[in-house]
């Protein structure tokens, strides 16, 4: 049974930056992917930054250039940092790690973006 930890959530000032970890628990085999949702009060979870088992990425319109996603094969931990914060970044980011026959979500860690 795989799980997910995510750390690094908090308050930060805009124009801060964050970085979240998620570390991955269990035996891992054949990831496609890993990544980085959002979800914002009152609103749908997003897509936020993606990360290929062939290194091949993905972000948001909103975050291209500010985010940028990571693995550590070794640690089984997948990163965002986040730069440049803006208020609208708030909500909750939840990592996803997804192979053959698996796709497994963490719990979420809040980030506040707020002066």
């Known amino acids: 049974q795989v799980q997910l930890v995510e750390f690094g959530g908090g308050l930060v000032q805009p124009g801060g930056s964050l970085r979240l970890s998620c570390a991955a628990s269990?035996?891992?085999?054949?990831?496609?992917?890993m990544a980085w949702y959002r979800q914002a009060p009152g609103k749908q979870r997003v897509l936020v930054a993606q990360?290929?088992?062939?290194?091949?990425?993905y972000y948001a319109a909103s975050v291209k250039g500010r985010f940028t996603i990571s693995r550590d094969n070794a640690k089984n931990t997948v990163y965002l940092q986040m730069d440049s914060l803006k208020v609208e970044d708030t909500g909750v980011y939840s990592c996803?790690?997804?192979?053959?026959?698996?796709?497994?979500w963490g719990q979420g860690t809040q980030v506040t973006v707020s002066s």
């Open positions: 996803r790690i997804w192979g053959s026959g698996y796709d497994n």
């Open positions: 269990g035996s891992i085999f054949n990831i496609n992917a």
């Open positions: 990360r290929t088992s062939g290194a091949d990425t």
